[in-house]
C-alpha cells in the first residue's frame, strides 16, 4: 500500500470476504493504514458487505447483515468510517427496499459516505434508484460492473461459436486475438 501510495494511487478497495477467513483482508489493511499513520483525509478506503460468513444472518443483503457487517468491517479495518461501501452481490432473497433502506442507515450514521453495487443488473440499479427517490432514501451512486476485458473474451467466444455455428472459427479466433491485442497494449504517454 505505501508503494502505491507514493506512487499516486490512495483508493484501496476491500471486501469482508476476500481474505483465507471472512475478513482477513479487512484486518490487514486495517493493520496497515495504522501502521502507515497516513491521514484519513489523504485516502479512499471502499469495502463490500454481502458474505460475512456461514450463518445464515452473515450474508446477503437483509438490514440486520448490513447494520451488523459494517460495524464488524470497521473494527477490521480500524476505521470510523469508509468513504464507499457496496452490495458486493445481488439478493434476490432481500427486497429490494430492504436493501436500499439498510445502505442508506449505514450513509446517514456516517459509517459510509457513499454506497454503490457490484455486479448489479442495469434493472437492479434502476430499481433501488427508483425505490430510492420514491421514498426518500439514498440511491447507489458508484457501480462496480461485471464488464471488463476478461469478460468479453468470454462473451465473444460465447458469441462467436456457440449463437453462429456456421460462421469459420478461424476467422473469429483470428479476430479475437486482433480484438484482445488492441485492447490491453500499453499506450506509451511522454512524460
Not at 489523504?42 to 446477503?60: M, P
Not at 437492479?124 to 476478461?150: K, M, N, S
Not at 486482433?178 to 504517454?189: F, P
Request: aromatic residues 16%.
Amino acid at each position: 500500500m505505501r508503494v502505491a501510495f507514493e506512487n499516486g494511487i490512495n483508493f484501496f478497495d476491500n471486501a469482508e470476504a476476500y481474505g483465507l477467513k471472512t475478513g482477513d483482508a479487512e484486518i490487514i489493511m486495517g493493520a496497515s493504514l495504522k501502521e502507515l499513520g497516513w491521514n484519513r483525509s489523504d485516502y479512499v478506503i471502499s469495502t463490500k458487505l454481502f458474505w460475512g460468513g456461514a450463518g445464515e444472518n452473515l450474508r446477503g443483503l437483509s438490514r440486520k447483515h448490513l447494520l451488523e457487517g459494517m460495524v464488524a468491517s470497521l473494527k477490521r479495518l480500524q476505521l470510523e468510517y469508509v468513504d464507499i461501501v457496496f452490495a458486493h452481490r445481488p439478493d434476490p432473497g432481500t427486497p429490494m427496499e430492504e436493501v436500499v433502506r439498510g445502505f442508506t442507515h449505514i450513509v446517514n450514521q456516517g459509517q459510509a459516505l457513499y454506497w454503490g453495487s457490484s455486479e448489479w443488473t442495469s434493472q437492479q440499479i434502476t430499481e433501488a434508484y427508483w425505490i430510492a427517490r420514491t421514498y426518500g432514501l439514498i440511491p447507489p451512486v458508484v457501480g462496480q460492473d461485471l464488464f471488463c476485458l476478461f469478460f468479453l473474451f468470454f462473451f465473444l467466444i460465447y458469441f462467436f461459436f456457440f449463437l453462429n455455428p456456421q460462421l469459420s472459427s478461424n476467422i473469429y479466433i483470428i479476430y479475437i486475438c486482433i480484438y484482445l491485442h488492441r485492447a490491453t497494449r500499453v499506450q506509451h504517454v511522454p512524460s
